[in-house]
């Protein structure tokens, strides 16, 4: 059986850092996907379906629902350890339905809990336009000026309190305050994983 858990955050809330630390100091028993690593991974082969995602991705727009859900369960079923770490997902209620869709039929995943690291639009505008700016040429990722931050930030913030509502109806959120400094975050997200399987 499976052990999963999400992680959401707005764009800039240190979600994907978090958890490859949290999967580093616990390679023994974790693995660490973030959705955008594994869709960036897909468009970086050059297949066609990778060509497809990045038609999205470098808009800042939703890869479609399909595509991402099979490319997640795929993910977990295949993963080498039997915790699972998945960060940036869901980010529509879409997803979120369909994935509990799924989940409710999957015998071999158990969807433990959801991890919100919380933070405030202006930390997180300062975080991604900060990455930006203190990026060396040909490093700046697409997705890290105003224009598309805005856009990312709305993605996140217009389906957040019907994902919240979901996932506390059902005692699985958990809300870490993200504005605090890397160490601390780390060790109460850490202390939650490990406490729950």
Known sequence: MKKLFLIIGAPGSGKTTDASIIAEKNSDKIVHYSTGDMLRDEVASGSELGKTIDSFISKGDLVPLEIVINTIISAIKNAPKDVVIIDGFPRS?????????????????????????????????????????????????????????????????????????????????????????????????????????
């Open 93 to 197: 209620v879409e997803q979120m339905k369909e994935l509990d869709r799924l989940l409710q039929s999957e015998s071999e995943i158990e969807l433990v809990s959801v991890i919100e690291a919380r933070v405030s639009e202006a930390v997180a505008r300062e975080r991604i336009l900060g990455r930006a700016a203190d990026a060396a040429p040909g490093e700046q990722r697409s997705d890290d000026n105003e224009e598309v931050f805005v856009s990312r930030m709305k993605i996140y913030t217009d389906p957040l309190e019907e994902i919240q509502n979901f996932y506390t109806d059902k005692s699985l959120l958990k809300v870490i305050d993200a504005e605090r400094t890397l160490e601390v975050i780390v060790d109460e997200m850490e202390a939650f994983v490990k406490s729950s399987i």
